[in-house]
């Protein structure tokens, strides 16, 4: 029997707590380095801006059932890059009123807005912060051209500290309008080196077994609890399948927390994997089937283990026909989606609509993906046309910005060679059209 992608994509899907989100599609958290940073004031750092606001309006079109804001640092100095959105209890500026139009330009059109709330931990960079902290001392390698001090450990005071700020961000985002909040677990982030015996080395209470090691995790819930009204305020974790890394966090250890995040009243876990030191999107899969949906293996062990919390899975879908097999074999029951939203943000509005079969190639190289679609999110937070990465040409003169050989007026001024080449990278300006 041939599978209606858009008649199984476009079910709505309620939540245990009793929201509902209009369709399976959920846009995974992305940073989008569109606020206000500054070196030395950071005060100054992390106010949404015109072009951030614009970003999410566009993905607000996109008929996207959850739209994930993110990542949102919960302190200004544990960003995951400059120019990320910050929600810190001791900015002077009003963080809710900061955020209100944003949350508004996302939900405007149905969607269901999460902020995802995150700090670096050893994974912010030395030219944010010489100083970063972790759960222990363990430093990260250098990725990407970036470089990370040594981290120390986080006192007592700082994680009781860190617990309270969390769950103020997620307060401020309540206040704000959103309808929920998710914590970031995954990706070697801060609570994730809390989760990996590979970083965390402590030996009190919030490290040796996976109940010490996750103890932050379920006291930021119960905080959070105590803010927000969670009959109006989905509660988010996305989590790790793995840590792709020896000795970090495991697949046996994912899947006993995803039953105790059940059991804490968490209404939806995405799962992703890797860390800086082993990104998941590297780790080889042996079908084709597989190699579109990362985790989708694992997902089918967990799903059977969670009798109410919602399972979202995200990481390499590209056709429609796989994310319907995907939700209609029950391995998930939401489809996140992340690269291919910054090409094409109304990429989930088209399959429901029946007229795309799935999003476009990515010919980029996959260690400058995330450059691409910085450039791409770019793009749309200032109404230009998408560049467009199913084109080679494309991809090799974004490529040559991102590696410091060319400058972007360049590009722009050189003459191409063949006019597809000029429409691939001008974008067919569908994307604008709205």
Known sequence: MAIDAPAILGEPITFPNGMSAPNRFLKSAMTERLCTYDDNDLDARGKPTPEYVKTYEEWGKGQIGVVVLGNIPIHREGLEAKKNAIIDKTSTWDPVEAFKPVIAATKAHGSLCIGQLTHGGRQVSEDVSKHPVSSSDVQSPPLGGMTFAKPRPLTIEEIND??????????????????????????????????????????????????????????????????????????????????????????????????????????????????????????????????????????????????????????????????????????????????????????????????????????????????????????????????????????????????????????KQAKPHKEQETKAYQGDGQSRAQ
């Open 162 to 411: 860190l617990v309270d700020r969390w769950a103020y961000a997620a307060e401020v985002l309540y206040k704000a309008g959103a309808d929920g909040a998710q914590l970031h677990g995954a990706h070697g982030y801060l609570l994730s080196q809390f989760l990996s015996s590979r970083v965390n080395k402590r030996t009190d209470d919030y490290g040796g077994p996976l109940e010490n090691k996750s103890r932050i995790v379920f006291r930021i819930i119960d905080e959070i609890k105590k803010r927000v009204d969670t009959s109006k305020f989905i509660l988010s974790m996305k989590l790790n399948s793995a840590d792709f890394a020896e000795g970090g966090f495991t697949g046996d250890e994912s899947k006993i927390l995803c039953q105790q995040l059940e059991a804490a009243g968490l209404d939806l876990i995405e799962l992703s994997g890797g860390t800086y030191e082993s990104l998941a999107f590297e780790h080889k899969r042996e079908s084709t089937k597989q190699r579109e949906a990362y985790f989708i293996e694992f997902a089918q062990q967990v799903r059977p283990m969670l009798k109410k919390t919602v399972l979202c899975v995200t990481g390499g879908f590209r056709s429609a026909h796989a994310m319907a097999e995907a939700v209609s074999s029950g391995a998930t029951q939401m489809i996140g989606l992340a690269r291919p939203l910054t090409a094409e943000p109304y990429l989930c509005r088209d399959i429901l609509a029946g007229k795309s079969q799935g999003a476009k190639p990515n010919k980029g190289t996959s260690a400058l993906t995330t450059g691409l679609s910085i450039i791409q999110i770019g793009a749309m937070s200032t109404g230009q046309p998408i560049p467009d990465l199913s084109n080679e040409a494309t991809c090799k003169d974004l490529e040559a910005v991102l590696m410091g050989k060319k400058s972007m007026e360049e590009i």
